[in-house]
């Protein structure tokens, strides 16, 4: 009889032996729930992705040494373990298979995807065969990620008449990914006739979340069971025991762009040992949203608020940004900038002689606040969370050196709309109404000059949003916009905002990555670029 473990664990890249702890502890774990057979990720040993840590011999011997070790542990069990091996200078991403204290056999990785935020082609080589193996009377194969996402790849799977087919995966979070994801393994449960067992990595690393979410398949291609969502877990099934009930699980979108900003926030801070994070709040609702979330994330003892008012800033944006601070538990400090604006005034006067004022004092304003911050997290070592939300970043209206500055960007791929959707769901999620209402329903505006608002400068934000997404989502391009029925002339102003701010994003921090297209590794875009259309 088999009894399967599935082992999504949270690994920190490059940290051998917490990363072998962690695996050794969980074989440990299932072998007294009776588990006789164990799977763990993609890479776990390493963590996900290592990148240019592959280019370092040292690190890839290293990785092979704690899976020796780790073997150690097999008695009596068959582990099924992602790392790195090397064979004649050839590097592949690979998967173990330890059984009894002896490594059986390696199986190297097929397909390597090299789109998005994947780049396995500049470090791996593709294996060459699809080995089978035998447990009890029982047939079953190894896959890691892409493989079972690739066609021709299933139909080498229906051809072997397999049992049980082994996924091992990395695959990050994106809005779209889990139903394309569960619609893959099942329709390849269904087409092979066999069990489809996927163990996803779990966690945040850099700018990408994983999702866990491990998943099981009935051979007739119904979810048997799901493993926890955003969380370590170990997920144990039985297939001799195995009945045709399968399981239904809703997915909350913003739900989970929720989930997946908080654990992003919470493992960038944990895995880089910063113990603090501190954030501009000006009582707007991109500051309000990424405090209530920080502070869910990490707690509220953990996370501090400068509120930096100037003449501009209007007295209910600060009323409303105390009063968050209040609602969470929140330390604050309040800093008045009147004096260090005037002072800049003052001093570049003789220079400006006879101009007019523009967005430069405004930018003053935006860059005062970023090095009070920039103060603030050298003082005491906190970690700036800027609160800039991807439609303004995708326009550029934001101010480098000033709004941007900071170490992590939570709402980076979050767009405005979605912005608001957040904190309606933070309210729901809570007993009162931590954001004030007062927040969500007040036009957006950055208040660096008298009476602005941002539709000053751009169109309504449930119009831009569209359009931004048609444009760098699904890359359509002008015309191919217009022609889904909006108007040229604002079609066309924007496409120039995004283009010419690229420069502006090459310099942001990092941020979360939720969407398809994420600015970063997802879309790599010249700066120097005279291409329009």
Not at 127 to 149: A, M, Q, S
Not at 256 to 269: P, T
Request: positive net charge; charged residues 25%.
């Amino acid at each position: 009889m088999i009894k399967i473990a599935l082992v999504q664990i949270n690994p920190i890249v490059g940290d051998l032996s917490e990363n072998a702890k962690k695996i050794t502890e969980s074989i440990k774990t299932a072998k007294k729930k009776g588990t006789n057979f164990i799977v763990f990720p993609e890479l776990a040993l390493t963590g996900y992705p290592p990148e240019d840590l592959l280019l370092k011999d040292y690190f890839i011997k290293e990785n092979i040494k704690f899976l020796n070790k780790i073997k150690k542990e097999t008695t009596g069990i068959t582990a099924v373990l992602g790392f790195v091996d090397r064979n004649k200078s050839k590097t592949y991403n690979s998967c173990a298979i330890v059984q009894d204290k002896k490594i059986i056999d390696i199986y190297h990785k097929l397909y390597l995807p090299n789109h998005g935020v994947f780049d396995e082609k500049r470090y791996f080589k593709p294996g060459k065969t699809l080995p089978i193996y035998e447990l009890g009377n029982k047939k079953f194969t190894v896959t890691i990620c892409e493989d079972i996402w690739t066609k021709k790849h299933q139909h080498r799977l229906k051809s072997e008449n397999l049992d049980y087919i082994i996924n091992i995966s990395a695959s990050p979070f994106s809005i779209r990914k889990l139903k394309q994801r569960k619609k893959i393994l099942s329709s390849v449960a269904k087409f092979a006739k066999s069990f489809v067992f996927y163990c996803n990595l779990v966690g945040g690393q850099d700018e990408i979340v994983f999702d866990g979410r491990s998943l099981i398949y009935s051979p007739k291609g119904k979810l048997l069971k799901q493993a926890k969502k955003f969380s370590t877990d170990i997920l144990y099934f039985n297939p001799d025991k195995y009945r045709q009930k399968s399981v239904k699980i809703k997915s909350n979108k913003i739900e989970n762009i929720y989930s997946a900003l908080s654990l992003g926030i919470k493992d960038y801070m944990h895995k880089n040992n910063f113990q603090k994070a501190i954030l501009g709040l000006s009582g707007g609702i991109d500051s309000a949203v990424t405090l209530a979330i920080v502070a869910k994330s990490i707690g509220s003892n953990k996370v501090n608020a400068l509120i930096m008012p100037s003449c501009y800033s209007s007295q209910k944006s600060l009323t409303d940004a105390v009063k968050i601070c209040k609602n969470l538990g929140i330390k604050y400090y309040k800093i008045e900038i009147d004096n260090i604006f005037n002072n800049f005034n003052k001093n570049l006067k003789p220079h400006f002689k006879n101009l007019a004022t523009d967005n430069t004092e405004e930018n003053l304003q935006a860059r005062i606040r970023g090095n009070l911050l920039m103060a603030f997290s050298n003082k005491f070592g906190h970690l700036v969370v800027t609160t800039g939300n991807k439609s303004e970043i995708s326009c550029g209206y934001c101010t480098l050196y000033g709004d941007m500055a900071g170490g992590f960007g939570i709402l980076k791929d979050v767009y405005k709309t979605s912005v608001y959707q957040l904190a309606r769901f933070i309210n729901k999620k809570n007993s009162k109404n931590i954001i004030p209402k007062s927040i969500i329903t007040k036009a957006p505006s950055a208040e660096l000059r008298p009476n602005q608002k941002d539709t000053d400068n751009l169109p309504r934000y449930s119009l831009l949003d569209k359009i931004l997404h048609l444009y760098i989502e699904n890359n359509l391009n002008l015309q191919e916009i217009i022609q889904k029925g909006f108007d040229q002339k604002i079609v066309k102003k924007i496409i120039k905002m995004v283009d010419s701010s690229e420069y502006k994003r090459r310099q942001s921090p990092i941020g979360i990555k939720i969407s398809e297209r994420a600015f970063g590794k997802d879309r790599r875009m010249p700066i120097t670029n005279n291409f329009t259309g």
